[in-house]
């Protein structure tokens, strides 16, 4: 096959929208031996039946229904296109899509995301979640609108992006409020012997908590350590252990996991980004994300010049 026409397309989609030649004649104003003719030049290209007759009904055969769920999403997006440039809604909601860097907290992504569905403006969002450098090549193909990064985008990854730093947050350790109680008198001085839960070695916290136990002199006993963070957190809530996640989530882990809090550290923090193909966040669920971020979950972050392209407060 050389090449799809898409008017052969049109034909054969609007006949199954129409139920039938006849009256997709009448809404294409073509003549029926058109129709039939065109419907079946593209069967000849496509080298398949897309129709047959079932009594005196057109029905799709297999192949058939699946060019018709390609060309219904073909014909819906070109409608959406025309509906966008001209300044109308087309009725559907906004898409985003969002990668998301299996590092970043379950809980601090929901703070993040939710300004997008809840606005005036509802967004419909798609969230893939994976390794930050394969999330940012995703940018490029515009399979992604925005990624969330608990880092800046590596300056080895071949794509201009921009990094917008949302804010960054404290740690907060928490634990079974038996322990919990136990171990903050003497905090931080107790979290040594303490049995913890922690990050893998590869996440950018686990490497800010081990600096900062070393500065600190302190030696926890690793009970566990997990590549998802949301599977730390559920062991956490039920073993018997110490673990650490940002201060900016502290209400919603304590309310949602039933722990309580053994102590606080702003000298390990973390920083959340926003990384975009763009230097001006247009997508407006991405500017809502980024303005709830800097307004009310982190409060205003410091201007940065670090990572790939630019970093804008």
Known sequence: ????????????????????????????????????????????????????????????????????????????????????????????????????????????????????????????????????????????THHLDVVISDRPAAPHVRVKVFNHLLGESGTTFFAGRPLAQRLRRRFPRSLTGAPMLLPTVNNSLRRGLEQWFETEGLRPVVAGEFEDSALLTTFGERGRAVFPAPTAIEGEVLRIHGVAVVGRTSAVRERYYAISVERRLKHAGVAAITSTARTEMFGEPRRSARGAGLVTG
């Open 1 to 140: 096959m050389n090449g799809l026409n898409y008017h052969h397309l049109l034909y054969f989609w609007t006949v199954v929208r129409e139920g039938g030649i006849s009256k997709a004649a009448e809404k294409l104003r073509l003549s029926q031996p058109t129709i039939s003719a065109q419907i079946k030049i593209l069967e000849e290209a496509l080298g398949e039946r897309l129709l047959q007759r079932q009594g005196r009904a057109l029905v799709l055969t297999d192949v058939g229904r699946v060019v018709d769920r390609y060309a219904t999403e073909i014909f819906t997006a070109g409608a959406e296109l025309l509906e966008t440039l001209k300044g109308r809604p087309s009725g559907r909601a906004p898409r985003l899509a969002v990668g998301v860097a299996n590092a970043v907290p379950k809980l601090v992504v929901y703070r993040l995301l939710r300004p997008a569905t809840e606005g005036t403006e509802p967004v419909q969002i798609t969230c893939s979640e994976g390794d930050p450098d394969q999330l940012v090549a995703r940018l490029a």
